[in-house]
T-cell receptor, first 118, second 110 residues
Framework: GAVVSQHPSWVICKSGTSVKIECRSL??????MFWYRQFPKQSLMLMAT?????????EQGVEKDKFLINHASLTLSTLTVTSAHPEDSSFYIC??????????????FGAGSRLTVL | QKEVEQDPGPLSVPEGAIVSLNCTYS??????FMWYRQYSRKGPELLMY????GNKEDGRFTAQVDKSSKYISLFIRDSQPSDSATYLC??????????FGKGTLLTVNP
């Protein structure tokens, strides 16, 4: 079945540094990927929509200069948290549209990346 | 009013019980309705999805949608301890964006 891989699964960084998270679709091409953030015991909140070859579309309230998204190929999107601060500590999850299980409306999710900013 | 409301539970049932998980939504533009299961510290995995009102069955799972009342349900028959997880409803529209409920934490006790 469709597999979306995220790396790293867990990262700890110092306040003020930048962290890059990768999201790859392993066995299918994903023209659109989505980035979500999930705080403990909260729902997934959509941060941005990443489209291959074009600029990402950010949801209201999400700082595009802080959360840089690059979708350089049909199988890779990256999220860079710039100048991270402790309040950015969260579970970041990507999803990709498509895959063999069904049509384009099905999203396959990665396992998530847990960011802890000290 | 939030776009998607879901009782967070927790819900605890004995093994073999029938489980009913529910969500309500307010956006009539939602066209398809997904249910995801999320284990602790993991990404969500798709359980079922449906596009129309009515029931859809897949093994022990049945998804039910009533668009007139904006109510979606997931039923689990013969629940197993391995079903213990957080269940997320996630309706979506034509732009492929999903709006997630808060999730219901289910524990099935052996």
């Amino acid at each position: 079945g469709a597999v979306v891989s995220q790396h790293p699964s867990w990262v700890i960084c110092k306040s003020g540094t930048s962290v890059k998270i990768e999201c790859r679709s392993l066995d299918f091409q994903a023209t659109t990927m989505f980035w979500y953030r999930q705080f403990p015991k909260q729902s997934l909140m959509l941060m941005a929509t990443s489209n291959e070859g074009s600029k990402a579309t950010y949801e209201q309230g999400v700082e595009k200069d802080k959360f840089l998204i690059n979708h350089a190929s049909l199988t890779l999107s990256t999220l860079t948290v710039t100048s991270a601060h402790p309040e950015d500590s969260s579970f970041y999850i990507c999803s990709a549209r498509g895959g063999p299980r069904s049509g384009a409306n099905v999203l396959t999710f990665g396992a998530g990346s847990r960011l802890t900013v000290l | 009013q939030k776009e998607v409301e879901q009782d967070p539970g927790p819900l605890s049932v004995p093994e073999g019980a029938i489980v009913s998980l529910n969500c309500t939504y307010s956006n009539s533009a939602f066209q398809y309705f997904m249910w995801y299961r999320q284990y602790s510290r993991k990404g969500p995995e798709l359980l079922m999805y449906t596009y129309s009102s009515g029931n859809k069955e897949d093994g022990r799972f049945t998804a039910q949608v009533d668009k007139s009342s904006k109510y979606i349900s997931l039923f689990i028959r013969d629940s197993q301890p391995s079903d213990s997880a957080t269940y997320l409803c996630a309706p979506g529209g034509s732009n492929y964006k999903l709006t997630f409920g808060k999730g219901t934490l289910l524990t099935v006790n052996p």
